[in-house]
């Protein structure tokens, strides 16, 4: 899928040239291509896919500002790395093992696993006038209505996984670096990866239509990959309706918005397609 986020974002203020030094500092850092490693050779057993990036600058420059951050110490996934798993109960083997890995680190863990059990959402099309400011807000105060969010969660993280959140001071770099890790089962994986650069990337899309748009989308696209990796009929069926349910209650508001929906739907089958034939998932390595 075609990356639509805004990359003309440099840096201009003090805060923020010392966010992109530090970047440039991790991206020449042999420590953390060391971690890695040695991460990768642990979990590897467990893992259908490992990965881990380093936050681009204009990738960093855009959350820090729509977040409206003042420090850059505030923005906490400048490493990430990723876990894929194939079902739900192996992800707290994979916790432990990251965890004992990160013994003396100071660890914090989000379960964002969970759906709020409510009837569908009626989608609004929010004020016109939304701000890019309010962009963070918005959307956390939002997806609030649908996930059991963890109470102290003040930063908005990727729905639909488990997260670990720390610091590490690595000797090549000036300052210690913040680290999220995400642990995901594949329907969750191929759910997020789905919305993620068709809406929730894509700086194309007006705030007022992206936040009811991901809303829709988390709920739908999850029921979807379930099916596709579900063996009982009777649970296929069961969220089949919930689907139905969610778009008949919706009908003005998909119409409206079919041409954003066809996207992310075709990402759906595209990344199921990958996933099911052992093919490469856009820079996701298998294990």
Known sequence: MKNLMNKEFYATTKEEKILCTKIEQMNNSNEIRKLANDLENQLKNEAQIF???????????????????IKA?????????????????????????????????????????????????????????????????????????WLKIPSGLDKLLPPFSYNILLEKKFIDIDTKVSIEIRIQTKEDFITTEAYYYTIHKNDEIKLNIKIPLLCMCFKILRRMSYIVFEEDEYIKSKYKSEIDKIKNENIEFIEENREYLEKVFSEHNYLVNCYKNNLPIYDFKRI
């Not at 990965?51 to 951050?69: E, G, P, V």
């Not at 990251?98 to 409510?118: A, D, G, Q, R």
């Open 73 to 145: 110490e505030q923005l906490h996934d400048l490493l990430g790395f990723l876990v894929v798993v194939d079902k739900k109960s192996e992800i707290t083997k994979i916790e432990d093992k990251i965890k004992k890995y990160f013994s003396n680190e100071k660890i914090k863990t989000y379960n964002l696993l969970n759906e709020v059990e409510s009837n569908s959402k009626k989608y609004k099309i929010l004020d016109e006038n939304i701000k890019d400011s309010q962009y963070n807000e918005l959307i956390f105060n939002d997806i609030n209505t």
């Open 51 to 69: 990965s881990y990036r380093i936050k681009k600058s204009y990738s960093a420059l855009r959350t820090y500002r729509l977040a409206n951050y």
